[in-house]
């Protein structure tokens, strides 16, 4: 299996200057991957003329697929066309439809359209325009010496779409076949251990591990499309032997199969957050039709709010603290009466850097799940800063959900039989 190499620039001094992260050449880097490229470097370069020029000579001397995004913009300091352009010694030509689209839709969303719009109309010489259905500044597709060259634009929702138009095109003869796994509850070093005579199977397979606060242990398998059967086939035996400690596969995330367990079976849940703060409940609203699900959360920050809102009894807070088993057992079976939910998670924890103690040092997080016939309650101790301790909480409390729908389904099975 030989791989086509590709280099990835991410362009833009609020790149390098640090104000935004780069999350395109993440997204791009997975696709690339699977379209049979490997991606030798990403780079991340400012918006000055004699840089990208520079690094855009060196990158394709290098790759079959150089890929821009960003600088497309309609200002001075917008820079890919004109340093691609004489990086490959062609001209930049103004493509006058595009000039009068632009300018009609700068007219009708800002009732004025300023000479700098027809930038955005310069097409290096031989391109092909790529669409842009969301935003103005269209990518551009190049063919240069048996190379291909994509600019796209930098905002995520316009480089998407755009890059998702072309994956077809792209596509190399030998494009890879992927196959991941997601795991909680087992550290990275004994899943590998433990499980290394299923995953080393196949020499032929490429195998990766990521391990992640926000996300656990990935198993990510790896070969060309000649291997799918036996990358299944691997993948399902690791599922078995892992069992509940795989909480998704490919690109779903826990979120996503905490939303298919309650909607598959007509059922409810609501949260109760104290140290993630809402996180938990506003990672749950990004998945689309959740409201079928989800019935609603109670921020409780302040014991003051446990105490009046989730009807927490003073004494429990003050024989055992706000966070305790105690104290998250009342906050979710009191959450999932007074929302009317089939089940609740309620989380509190103290996140840091200050407010822990020798008993309950920073990063302890309480979790409970609630439901009709049992209510199930967990300590972890987590490490990192309040950041990592907030999303680790947020990871957790939807796995103690998964498996809490996952023993009251499998209890009402048995009670059927």
Known sequence: ?????????????????????????????????????????????????DVLVERFKTGLLEVD????????????????????????????????????ELIERALKYYGKAPESVKKQAMVIEGAKVLDNPVGTAPGQMIEFDGKAVVILPGPPAEMIPIFENITEKLKADDALYTRRIKT???????????????????PNITVATMASYERGVEVRLTGSKSLKEEIDKI?????????????????????????????ENGLTISFAESCTGGMISSKFVDIPGVSKVYNGSVVAYSNEVKISLLNVPETIISTYG???????????????????????????????????????????????????????????????????????STLLAFDIARRGILRWLRQRETSKE
């Open 235 to 263: 993948a399902l035996k690791l599922i078995e032997a892992l069992g509940e400690n795989v909480y998704a596969t490919d690109d779903d995330n826990i979120e996503d199969v905490v939303y298919k367990l309650l909607s």
């Open 184 to 202: 909680i509850g087992i550290p990275e070093a004994v899943l590998m251990d433990d499980f290394k005579d299923v995953i080393y199977s196949n």
């Open 322 to 392: 706000a966070v305790s088993e105690e104290c998250v057992k009342f906050m979710a079976e009191n959450v999932r009466r007074i929302l009317k939910s089939d089940f609740a998670v309620a989380v509190s924890g103290i996140a840091g850097p200050t407010g822990g103690s020798e008993a309950k040092p920073v990063g302890t997080v309480c979790f409970a799940f609630s439901s009709d016939s049992f209510t199930h309650t967990v300590t972890h101790n987590l490490r990192g800063n309040r950041e990592m301790v907030r999303k680790r």
């Open 1 to 49: 299996m030989v791989l086509k190499n590709a280099i990835i620039f991410s362009i833009g001094n609020e790149l390098v200057e640090g104000l935004i992260l780069d999350t395109n050449s993440k997204y791009l880097s997975e696709k690339l991957k699977k379209l049979g490229y490997y991606v030798i470097r990403i780079e991340t370069l400012p918006d000055r003329f």
């Open 65 to 100: 697929l150089l890929i821009t995004t960003g600088g497309l913009g309609p200002t001075e300091d917008d820079l890919t066309r004109e340093a691609l352009a004489e990086a490959l010694g062609r001209k930049l030509i103004l493509d006058e439809n595009i000039a009068q």
